[in-house]
């Protein structure tokens, strides 16, 4: 198979740009395959920050990748404009310590931690002995973990109200600022966020939807379902997520707020993910969908 010469330009152009990027499928956030994650999670152990190109996205780049380094799968990590190899050379160079020399990497800096006098007491009450230290885990999509232990090989560690906390090296550089809360009583607990977490869809009850309405907030409100259930029931601010809308909202500055409903919240999910996947960052999702504004908002609306 020959290579276009656009093809080429362009891979050439994102090796020269990048001191490490790494052609995969899917991207940092949400790797496509288990030897893209497996590299990801590698480098994310190892740098702050790195490139990664979504071959998924473009056939052209996807077989052209492969002719240009004459490597016959994916991923393919380069650094320095340099072709290191695939998954398990990535692997083994890792485990070698070899990576580490090859991509210049540093011992992760110690975060900031945030923590609240409640979240630094319940920390305190919970531990069984001095050894018992707080350890903090923060995944590619960060999802946090805690859990009790002892001191590790290589954990990085950070002193805040009094309480001792470590984080793999991973984590230490994913994190930025972390901020640390208790939350008492029932569906309580510790609460994790991070400085560096990408947007969420927020969760946000209909009576809250139409508190935003009454104070006259400035959002878009769209319903994801069909047209005949649209025809059943509706809300008249909402407009449907038809071909014409979806062209205005690809035209809206992405801190536009963003509100979607559907019947129960489901559908709307899946919407709202779709849309901070395109990088608005401010998306909300109605629980319960128009069934929990008939029932809790307005009864006038039929239920179905």
């Not at 020959?2 to 050439?12: F, G, N, V």
């Not at 998924?56 to 780049?61: G, Q």
């Not at 380069?78 to 998954?87: A, M, N, P």
Request: glycine content about 8%.
């Amino acid at each position: 198979m020959s290579l276009d010469e656009p093809t080429r330009a362009k891979i050439t152009d994102l090796i020269q740009k990048n001191e490490v990027v790494l052609f995969m499928k899917g991207n940092r956030r949400a790797p496509a395959c288990g030897f893209s994650a497996a590299v990801v999670q590698i480098l994310d152990e190892l740098l702050p920050s790195y490139a990664t190109v979504d071959v998924l996205s473009d056939a052209a780049l996807r077989d052209g990748i492969k002719v240009f380094s004459s490597w016959p799968t994916i991923p393919q990590l380069y650094v320095k404009g340099e072709l290191v190899g695939g998954c398990d050379i990535v692997r083994e160079m890792h485990a070698s310590g070899d990576l580490q020399e090859v991509l210049g990497a540093r011992p992760p800096s110690p975060p900031e931690v945030r923590v609240s006098d409640p979240a630094a007491q319940a920390f305190r009450d919970a531990a069984e002995s001095e050894s018992d230290l707080v350890h903090i885990e923060v995944g590619p999509r960060f999802e946090y973990g805690l859990f009790f232990g002892p001191r590790a090989a290589g954990d990085v560690e950070v002193q805040a109200g009094g309480v001792a906390f470590l984080f793999d090296a991973a984590s230490a550089r994913r994190v930025g600022t972390l901020s640390i809360d208790f939350i008492e009583g029932a569906g309580g607990g510790f609460k994790l966020e991070s400085s560096n977490e990408p947007p969420k869809v927020k969760q946000i009850p209909a009576t809250e939807l139409k508190a935003m309405i009454d104070r006259g907030e400035a959002f878009e409100l769209i319903d994801v379902r069909t047209e005949k259930e649209r025809a059943i029931a509706k809300l008249d601010r909402a407009r449907p997520l038809d071909e014409p809308t979806r062209r205005h909202l690809d035209g809206l500055d992405k801190e536009t707020r963003l509100v979607f409903h559907c019947h129960h919240g489901v559908r709307s999910q899946a919407a709202a993910e779709h849309y901070i996947a395109q990088g608005f960052r401010r998306v909300y999702n109605v629980v319960g969908g128009i069934d929990a504004w008939s029932s809790s908002v307005d009864p006038t609306v039929p239920r179905y």
